[in-house]
């Protein structure tokens, strides 16, 4: 079956480390996105990537890198630049330039702070 | 600036009712999606809707799209507890165009009880 795989589930950062959440799509998709989500709040985009080695900034990129070398895979860096990174990060993909088809979501990863 | 507000963010419903969810944007899109959250878990697509007046059912939920009042619905019918979950509504930021980035309502959260 094709998805959406995140790692860790949880993850656990220590002051000044850098941390780093895979995201992992065997459907073929060329976007993909990164997502924040605070308890009780709506997503809000962190990095998103239309097409391999290529990436643009969201709404919230201060603190966070990604990189787009192939097209199944979109791993996002927490650094420790990010004061505040504790949260559920979501990985999305869909298919460019097809507005019926929703954008699929992985499990989600944890965050927190040591 | 594209902002989606929901209303209520909080609904506790008695089973058997029926209530709508109400989604209001801010500036011109003709793109809508709905998406459920159970706790702690991801989000889940449920319905797409493409253009003025769509309308799309499932189940117990039926969706809605006014592209003219920038209004979305979902409404529920005859709730169970099954339904309780955080309900989402994401709005396509590119009017007009191929499929853009998506801007989230803060949530509904659902309570059905018995």
């Known amino acids: 079956d094709g998805g959406i795989t995140q790692s860790p589930k949880y993850l656990f950062r220590k002051e000044g480390q850098n941390v780093t959440l895979s995201c992992e799509q065997n459907?073929?998709?060329?976007?993909m996105y990164w997502y924040r989500q605070d308890p009780g709040q709506g997503l809000r985009l962190i990095y998103y990537?239309?097409?391999?080695?290529?990436?643009q900034k969201g709404d919230i990129a201060e603190g966070y890198s990604v990189s787009r070398e192939k097209k199944e895979s979109f791993p996002l860096t927490v650094t420790s630049a990010q004061k505040n990174p504790t949260a559920f990060y979501l990985c999305?993909?869909?298919?460019?330039?097809?507005?019926?088809?929703?954008?699929?979501f992985g499990d989600g990863t944890r965050l927190s702070i040591l | 600036e594209l902002k989606v507000e929901q209303n209520p963010l909080f609904l506790s419903m008695q089973e058997g009712k029926n209530y709508t969810i109400y989604c209001n944007y801010s500036?011109?899109?003709?793109?809508l999606y709905w998406y459920r959250q159970d706790p702690g878990k991801s989000l889940e697509s449920l319905f797409v809707?493409?253009?003025?007046?769509a309308v799309k059912q499932e189940g117990r939920l039926m969706a809605s799209l006014d592209t003219k009042a920038r209004l979305s619905t979902l409404h529920i019918t005859a709730a169970v507890h099954d339904l309780s979950a955080t309900y989402f509504c994401?709005?396509?930021?590119?009017?007009?165009?191929?499929?853009?980035?998506?801007?989230f309502g803060k949530g509904t959260k659902l309570s059905v009880k018995p």
């Open positions: 999305a993909s869909s298919i460019t330039g097809e507005s019926n088809q929703p954008q699929h």
């Open positions: 459907l073929n998709h060329d976007a």
């Open positions: 990537s239309q097409i391999v080695n290529d990436f």
């Open positions: 500036t011109t899109s003709d793109r």
């Open positions: 809707l493409l253009s003025n007046g």
């Open positions: 994401a709005v396509d930021m590119n009017y007009g165009g191929s499929q853009g980035n998506l801007i």
